[in-house]
Each structure stands twice: as structure tokens, then as C-alpha cells.
């Protein structure tokens, strides 16, 4: 199968920085946030796509999450404060 990488490290990133930092407490993360979240940062970032057997672990991968972790965190930043301003829902 094939999988866009991308969207691990994106996935991950996000749900530690809504969990964990103080600053986005108060911030929704109902499905419909966080999938629009995904959404906008993915689009920022470039895709890498590998192949994959199920279940397989990406610890090979590690080092490309190294290498774009700025990039990735920055565009994640910037997706949770857009959809916080811009909730589709009440
Ligand atoms: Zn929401």
C-alpha cells in the first residue's frame, strides 16, 4: 500500500501539541478541527510517499521526520490557529 509519510508526522505532531500545550487548551478538537487541521498543514507541506506492507513500523522514516520538523511544526502552528478562528461549526 501506499502511504503519505507526510501525513504520520503531521497526525502526530498535531495531536501532541492539542494534548499537550497549554496554549491550545481551550481550542476545539472535535473530528471535523482536527481533520481541517490535517487538512491545511498537509497542503502546505510537500508529500513523501512511500510503500508499505501493513502494520509495518516507519522507523526507517525517522530521520525524515527529523529533517522537516521545523517545517512541519510551523505549518501545524499555523493550521490549528486558522481553524480555531475559522470553526465551521458553533
Ligand atoms: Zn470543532
Redesign the pocket.
Known amino acids: 500500500m501506499i502511504v503519505n509519510y507526510m501525513e504520520e508526522i503531521v497526525q502526530n505532531y498535531l495531536n501532541s501539541t492539542l494534548r499537550t500545550d497549554p496554549a491550545y487548551k481551550d481550542t ?3 473530528l ?2 482536527t481533520e481541517d487541521m490535517m487538512a491545511k498543514a498537509l497542503n502546505n507541506l510537500k508529500p513523501y510517499y512511500i510503500t508499505t506492507k501493513k502494520g509495518e513500523i516507519f522507523a526507517e522514516y525517522s530521520s525524515l521526520e527529523t529533517q522537516h520538523q521545523a517545517e512541519v511544526i510551523t505549518e501545524v502552528i499555523k493550521a490549528i490557529e486558522f481553524v480555531s478562528k475559522n ?1 465551521k ?1 458553533q
Do not use: M, N, P, V
Open positions: 476545539c478538537k472535535c471535523s478541527c470553526k461549526h
